[in-house]
């Protein structure tokens, strides 16, 4: 099963990971992170992951990391 990790205090929340995942594994969060960004976290659909690592291909701030 693929693993995906988000590193919440790099992310500043732009969401081009939200959209580039064709399952929607992830969603942009409620809390703010240290920076005053509301960070993508992995959403309640993260058992429909591939590993197909678009999320982390659009990350233009190399917050994420897909493991397969």
């Known amino acids: 099963m693929p693993k ?3 590193d ?10 939200t959209i580039a995942c064709p399952k929607g594994c992830i ?3 409620e809390q703010i992170n240290n920076y005053g960004y509301t960070p993508a976290i992995l ?3 993260k058992h ?3 590993g197909c690592a678009l999320c982390a291909e659009m990350c ?3 917050a994420i990391l897909v493991f397969k």
């Open 60 to 62: 233009p701030d190399l």
């Open 8 to 17: 919440e205090q790099r992310c500043k929340g732009c969401g081009l990971c």
């Open 27 to 29: 969603v942009l969060s």
């Open 48 to 50: 429909k992951c591939t």
């Open 4 to 6: 995906i990790e988000i």
């Open 43 to 45: 959403g309640e659909a």
